[in-house]
């Protein structure tokens, strides 16, 4: 018997191989898998990692209507080539083309997952162009589904669409592998004592770490205007590269670059090391989907601070598992750093672990994957799947 076709799209490659990774290889074992996202090195790096047929579409992020043309054409001789029965796309660029090529070619299940609307941070002409893009997004899928509780009340309260809305689960789009995101791994640990050493931290040190792409909308403003009031124990790591699309001001980049005790790593494959050298992770994001670095953190029984947005304010509960504080508030921030500090080291340690447990019992990888091959079932029926 012929296994059905499913086709996942993404913008970029990244985000296959850093946030979907081994899915679409699990998936597989029931349905015949294609990753369909833009040419690179990370094209050929999902096709040798996840053992599914891979075929390059260019797309680029951002309001683009001549290049989202021709995007538009290579995805739909894409799609006709491939003759998937389901297409399902993540990131918003990916969407608008899969899911008007998708509609187009008449595949008969169409879903699009929002992992974050870019919309509300915007203001003017800029922002109806983007609801208006999310709404044809809507238009053109079968099936909905916002990545988290949070999404889902911003498309309602918006009107984007009517159709019917589904979380799958607690929500995010992957789950974390909790045995590879543990704490005290010998391994890790040595990586992360000789990353102490590279940076001259004292193990007297408090350190801060903020791990995403460096951009106006992660709060890099408020995040170092509030670490410069800390105390000269404080210690803050920032793990990511710069971001040129919302690019951080210049004053605030200037600060990051002399200040002495501020690390800046850049990008980094494997972020454990850092969350591991430090005491609590910081996200003062404006907007997320649902970001899988708390998930990452928490599964490393690591304390988060995070602001109240969609996303961040379903995984961490004030005084349990973290600390929520206002979005765009370097005060609210600072005031939320400066106490942790001074929290007694036994608590602290106990928030942590009361993270992993949390992250364990809602976010554990491979109850994510099954959660996605009955929501898949669901949508094509049954089939029969290899052991």
Not at 29 to 49: Q, T
Not at 170 to 194: C, K, L, W, Y
Not at 214 to 224: A, M, P, V
Not at 323 to 332: I, Q
Request: aromatic share 8%; charged share 20%; glycine share 6%.
């Amino acid at each position: 018997m012929q296994r059905k076709k499913i086709v996942i799209c993404t913008t970029i490659p990244e985000t296959v191989t850093l946030i979907l990774c081994q899915q679409p290889n699990f998936l597989h074992n029931c349905y015949e898998v294609s990753i369909v996202s833009s040419p690179g090195k990370g094209l050929i790096e999902i096709a040798n990692k996840e053992r599914v047929p891979v075929y390059p579409v260019p797309m680029k992020r951002g309001i683009n209507p001549l290049y989202d043309l021709y995007s538009l054409l290579c995805m739909v001789l894409t799609l006709r080539r491939i003759g998937p029965d389901l297409i399902h796309s993540y990131t918003p660029k990916a969407g608008l083309i899969a899911m008007l090529a998708g509609w187009f070619c008449r595949i008969p299940v169409r879903i699009h997952t929002f992992t974050g609307l870019i919309f509300p941070s915007h203001i003017g002409l800029k922002k109806k162009v983007l609801i208006w893009i999310d709404r044809l997004i809507c238009f053109c899928a079968t099936k909905v589904v916002p990545e988290g509780r949070g999404v889902r009340q911003d498309l309602l309260d918006y009107g984007i669409t009517h159709k019917p809305l589904e979380v799958i689960g607690h929500g995010n789009i992957a789950g974390v592998d909790t045995a590879f995101f543990a704490p005290d791994q010998n391994e890790v640990m040595i990586r992360a004592e000789s990353l102490r050493a590279d940076l001259s931290i004292f193990h007297d040190a408090f350190v801060f770490c903020f791990a995403g792409r460096l951009n106006r909308d992660k709060g890099i403003y408020e995040l170092i205007r509030a670490f410069l009031e800390l105390p000269d124990t404080a210690r803050l790591l920032l793990v990511g590269g710069h971001d040129e699309t919302l690019s951080v001001d210049a004053e605030t980049l200037n600060m990051i670059d002399v200040h002495p005790r501020i690390d800046a790593l850049g990008f980094q494959a494997d972020i454990r090391p850092a969350l591991q050298l430090c005491d609590v992770l910081v996200l003062p994001s404006y907007r997320e989907g649902f970001p899988n670095v708390v998930l990452q953190a928490g599964a490393m029984s690591r304390p988060v601070i995070a602001t109240d947005i969609n996303g961040c304010n379903e995984v961490i509960e004030s005084g349990f598992n973290g600390w929520l504080v206002l979005p765009h508030d370097a005060s609210s921030l600072q005031i939320a750093m400066q106490s942790v500090m001074k929290m007694p080291k036994a608590e602290c340690k106990d928030m942590g672990l009361r993270s992993r447990e949390r992250i364990q019992q809602r976010f554990e990888r491979k109850q994510h994957w099954d959660r996605m091959l009955l929501f898949y079932k669901g949508m094509l029926g049954s089939e029969y799947c290899i052991d």
